[in-house]
Structures are given as C-alpha cells and as structure tokens.
C-alpha cells in the first residue's frame, strides 16, 4: 500500500482499484451524502477555500475510501493516503503536513487508530493550519512552529465511537456510509461487469447482490469470484446457476454470510448455548481478534437481526438458530 510504502509483487492491475468509481457521478447509492458534499465542494470553490474537514464512519467497504479519492477529483486537487496504524509518533506525521499544498487533501483511514499524542497535533494543524514542535529537551528545548497550507483533513472509521471529542468536533462535515440496498448492489454489480468485459443478467446481478451483505466491496469480490468460475466451469456464461453454484462452492450462503461469519454464529450457539457471551470469550474461543470481529463481522449480523448485543454479551436469536438449522436450547430470557 502507498501508506507502508512496501515493495509488492507485481500482479497485474488491483481489481479494487480498477473497480473504484473515479468520480461522484459513476457512485451509486448514497445520494444523500453525496448531495450535501456536492453543495459544500460548491460553496468551498465559490469561496476559493479549502473545503472543510470530512469524517466518514461505517463498516468497511461501504465506499470510504471511494469517497476520498473521488472528492479529490471533483475538486481538481491530490490527495495523500496515511493510515491510521502507521502514524506511531508525531515524526510520522510530519512528512504528510509539509506536503499538503493549499487545498489538497489529507486522508487518514482507521483514524481512530492515531495515537493521543498524534492527536495533538491534528488538533492546530486542522483548525489553524500550524503545527508547534518541540525540539530538544530539558533547558534546550524550543518550540518551531510551522504553518501549513490550508488543507482538507478526510478521516474514516469504523468505530465513530472511539474518537475523542475534541478530534470529532474539528470535523466541519461528518457523514455516516449505511448499507447498499439489493438495487443499489445490483446496479453496481450490473455497472462492473461491463468493465470487466462480461455479460451479466439482471436475474444473476440480483443473486450476486443478495449475496453481498449489503457490501459494494463485497459484491466486487464475489462478481469476480463468479467471472473466474464462470470462465472456467462454464465458457464464460454467467447466470443465475452459475452464480449460485460459484458462491456456494467458497461457502458463501443466500443471506450472503461466508464461512467466518457462519462460524461466528455456530461458536456462539454450540460452545455459548446462544450466549449472552462476551465478545473477547467468541474471539479467542474461534482464534480471531476481537477487533475483526467487531468490524467485519458482527455489523451485518446485527443488521440481519441473526444478533443481539445486550449489556451481558451477544446473545444468537431464534433466526440465527433456524439459519443455521440448530435447535435452540431452553434457555431464561436475558
Ligand atoms: P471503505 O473505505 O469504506 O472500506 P471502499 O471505499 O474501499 O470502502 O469501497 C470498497 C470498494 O467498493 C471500492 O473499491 C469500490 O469499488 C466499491 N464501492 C464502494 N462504494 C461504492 C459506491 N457508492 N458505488 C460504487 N462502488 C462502490
């Protein structure tokens, strides 16, 4: 990625990256979202300022990122991609300060990640565009200060809830991504089989979308998915069948859960008996970190009311129990 600026093998072309929109217009769903940031991107050229600094939150692959990049665009300006885990010290942060030029954009992905004493610096640089280091220690120490070209700060997270609130309020716009309808996921997969180069049927986009979690990023992997299967399995030709049978062969089920997410809900019902259980109990019972579990895993199960959170710890409800053909055991209601 550009943020660890590691050397990876060459691959070919990232499908995620050639299957991103390189514009708002070619976005689908979030109108809403989208309608507000087109009024602000307006009013900020108008005035020929920055635009104001955005916040993101939702579950990943909801279009995050997409977003950062497209903003950029529309606005005619560069954008740098940091990461909240990679900013350790305030050192780390530096280089992308005294690079923004005068309305360019700064992304900071997982935000909620940086350090508090990161966080800091983030406070000045986004409501002044100044930075105050330190420099030395003890009696030699003098402070620099620097000032910055006005910039736009772009933060995402998936745990909107974990960032301060000094941090939170320096956001002048802060927009929450929900999930994409069967509509919207079709129309994605419908608008991406086209630059691939396939043929898909609206009968077989709707099963792809079904099948997504409600999750472009999600819907992207599984057409792709499906391309390959079709192409080797069946000339090429995809229809529903076919996607049904692809999906189906790397775990993928009709509510659109895959394996983790299956084996989530079975460690709860077998080894939990349903729960109320707590979610560090789930995660080192299944091997997994916590974490993963609470951003990729639990959303859309609580979503599909397979899930309930409750103040003693996840307990599985009678869907889940019929979705994964269990018999539920008696058990006093929490
Ligand atoms: P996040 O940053 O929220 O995890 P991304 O922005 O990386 O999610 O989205 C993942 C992929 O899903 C993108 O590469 C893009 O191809 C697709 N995607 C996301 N949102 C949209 C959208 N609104 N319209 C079309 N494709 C989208």
């Known amino acids: 990625s550009i943020a660890d600026g590691g050397e990876e093998p060459d691959r070919g072309p990232d499908p995620d990256v050639t299957l991103r929109p390189q514009r708002m217009a070619e976005m689908v769903g979030q109108q809403d979202v989208i309608e507000r940031l087109r009024i602000a ?7 020929g300022e920055p635009l104001g600094h955005i916040l993101f939150d939702g579950p990943p692959g909801l279009g995050k ?31 992308y300060l005294t690079n923004v030029s005068r309305g360019s954009v700064l992304f900071i992905d997982e935000i909620h990640r940086v350090p508090r004493a990161i966080e800091e610096y983030l406070y000045t640089a986004m409501e002044d565009f100044r930075i105050d280091i330190v420099l030395g220690e003890g009696v030699n120490a003098r402070t620099l200060n620097l000032s910055l070209e006005p910039f736009t700060l772009i933060g995402a997270t998936t745990r909107a809830g974990m960032l301060t609130a000094p941090l939170r309020d320096r956001f002048q716009i802060r927009e929450h991504l929900g999930w994409y309808t069967r509509n919207e996921l079709a129309e994605i997969v419908q608008r991406n089989s086209k630059k691939l180069n396939i043929e898909v049927d609206p009968i077989s986009a709707g099963v792809i979308a079904d099948r997504s979690r409600s999750t472009p990023r999600l819907a992207n992997n599984r057409l792709l998915w ?50 109320p259980a707590g ?41 889940a129990f019929e979705h994964m ?10």
């Open 226 to 275: 499906v391309r390959d299967y079709a192409q080797s399995k069946a000339n090429g030709n995809v229809e529903a069948r076919i996607c049904e049978a692809a999906l189906d062969m790397i775990g993928i089920d009709h509510l659109g859960l895959d394996k983790q997410d299956r084996n989530y809900l079975d460690t709860l019902m077998r080894v939990f008996l349903g729960g």
């Open 325 to 334: 053909k269990r018999e539920m055991p008696d058990r006093p209601l929490p």
């Open 65 to 95: 990122t997409t977003f950062a990049t497209v903003i950029p665009s529309e606005m005619n300006t560069t954008v740098q991609m940091a990461n909240g885990a990679g900013l350790k010290a305030p050192r780390d942060l530096l280089p």
């Open 41 to 47: 991107i307006d009013a900020a050229q108008v005035r």
């Open 279 to 319: 979610l560090d109990a789930i995660a080192h019972t299944m091997n997994v970190s916590s974490d993963t579990l609470e951003d990729e895993v639990e959303p859309f199960l609580l979503r599909s009311e397979l899930l309930v959170r409750t103040r003693r710890g996840r307990l599985a409800t009678p869907k």
